[in-house]
């Protein structure tokens, strides 16, 4: 109950900064927009080449492009937090009798509820050009991203309490998150790949992710892809929960 | 006699950096009791942030033990941080959100309901006089403002033992005496209070008793009165026209002068009996041709007990 009631405190607290903060609001808003303005064009006849899995453009596009929303927003969450180490916020928030899961739960959920509302909106403007998705589909969907949010931010924090600084964060981060992305077929599905890349992805757990998104928006809601990506997905984010946590335990700074 | 409210064995706390450990605290003993005002004093990088750390549960200590607020500090954490409040050096407070927001949210911390949290975040904004800005975001705030609101977020859930953390550094000194009754207040509520600092002034005029601390070993403790009792006698402070070096080397090997040294342009010495010394020393002055252009008597003052306890000046390290 205790760490119910924290972790809903610690939500409250950066939820607050968050819709306090018009910028910010509007640009989580613009992003999906941008994607789908300046990005979807190009797919078009990209999906008319030979290997090219059924189920039109933005049926393969648009679960790639959420697992990206979901990896890279995330990704960037630790930058806030080295700015509050340094304020003295984290070690102050320590001193309290908080429940150190919810000082990372808190505030990861404000991260996952930003881009699951982000991604709601993508798939929404996507209708019109031709995205098709059944409804429970799309709470699927949503929930595996908001999985991939999880478990990177988990991952960002835990990171950020390691190094404690931006300098050292952010090449981290981006050199690792890049590769990820790359190997798990979202820019372009796998089948297109040499059999050496496909090797490598088998063992990138956002692959699985990816492919299960793909299966969803391709009306395979029951095929076996759907459940393997989600337990993947949550098995390595109760991980990363529990790695995030030790470190708001331990945070030294 | 009360159990104290902090006692410490052979605390020790080692960092490891690639091949090298340094020991930031080498064995401490320490014992604060209830109600009072205990200073820590010590230059930067002496281990005074690292105990502090230790006993506020932040940093898990690399050998030894204490006992906190009557908690076990290894075995009972979540004991201790209900009972004690720490305002850290960075203060803690977020820049984007206002101060009332910050008490509130610090009270719901500490288990109080939204309205009992509200009420006591109003009371402490009117302690410490912070109606002007408890409702813009922190960002905004002077110095001693956002200095009284770090206090402020401490002392939300009434804890028996307040730590600070160089509570005036880099405070005007108008601000800094708020600091300092502030602090006077909650002692005069009975809330013990352990501060650290390396202003001497500060340890004088605010602490009931003093713990000094070097390179991570407590080097003298007590009240302020008792450690300049124990370095004997009085200072002479004299300036010379020209080199007071010339002054110092006259000086030094007497039998009267216990110590000397040059500080600020001026030569010091101990000596067991002022009005005894000084005639001596204008003789000794005159005749080997040294103009006299200021001379004092003084009792040693605190940086006279680190002197003397650690061979340097707190003045010089502190700067």
Known sequence: ???????????????????????????????????????????????????????????????????QLGLFSAAGVGFSLIAELRAGVIERLRVTPVSRVA?????????????????LIL????????????????????????????????????????????????PIIFTSSLP???????????????????????????????????????DQISDPSVIKGVTIMLVLTVLAVFMGARAFGRAVA | MPEPVIETTQLRRVFKSRKREVQAVAGVDLTVSQGEIFGF???????????????????????????????DLLTQPAQIRERIGYVGQAGGSDREITGRRELVFQGRLYGKSLAAATSRAA???????????ADRSTGTYSGGQKRRLDIGLGLVHDPQLLFLDEPTTGLDPQSRARVWDEVRRMHDRGTTVFLTTHYLDEADALCDRIAIIDYGKIVAEGTPEELKRAVAGDVVSLSIDGDQQRALDVLSDEPFVRESRLEDGAVLLYVDRGEVAMPAILRLLDGSGLRLVTIGLHRPSLDDVFLRQTGRSLREVAA
């Open chain 1, 1 to 67: 109950m205790k760490l119910l009631r924290d972790t809903w405190l610690v939500f409250g607290r950066y939820f607050g900064l968050l819709i306090r903060n018009p910028v910010w609001v509007a640009l989580g808003v613009l992003q999906p927009l941008l994607y789908l303005i300046l990005f979807a064009p190009l797919l078009q006849p990209v999906a008319a080449l030979r290997g090219f899995p059924h189920g039109g453009a933005y049926n393969v596009f648009v679960p790639g492009l959420l697992v």
């Open chain 1, 103 to 119: 000082l990372l739960l808190g505030r990861a959920a404000r991260d996952v509820i930003s881009i699951v509302a982000q991604s």
């Open chain 1, 123 to 170: 798939i929404l403007l996507a209708l019109p050009f031709g995205l098709s998705v059944h409804p429970v589909g799309v709470v699927i969907v949503l929930a595996l991203i908001a999985l991939t949010a999880l478990l990177t931010a988990a991952i960002g924090y835990t990171v950020a309490l390691w190094v404690r600084s931006e300098d050292s964060y952010a």
């Open chain 1, 180 to 218: 990820i992305l790359l190997l798990s077929g979202v820019l372009l599905p796998l089948g297109f790949a040499p059999q050496w890349l496909r090797t490598i992805a088998a063992i990138n757990p956002l692959s699985y992710a990816v492919e299960a998104a793909r299966a969803v928006f391709n």
């Open chain 2, 41 to 71: 004093l010590g230059p930067n990088g002496a281990g005074k942030t690292t105990t502090l750390r230790m006993l506020t549960t932040l940093l898990p200590p690399s050998g030894g033990n204490a006992r906190v607020a009557g908690f």
């Open chain 2, 123 to 133: 009371e402490l904004i009117e302690m410490l006089e912070l109606e002007n800005c």
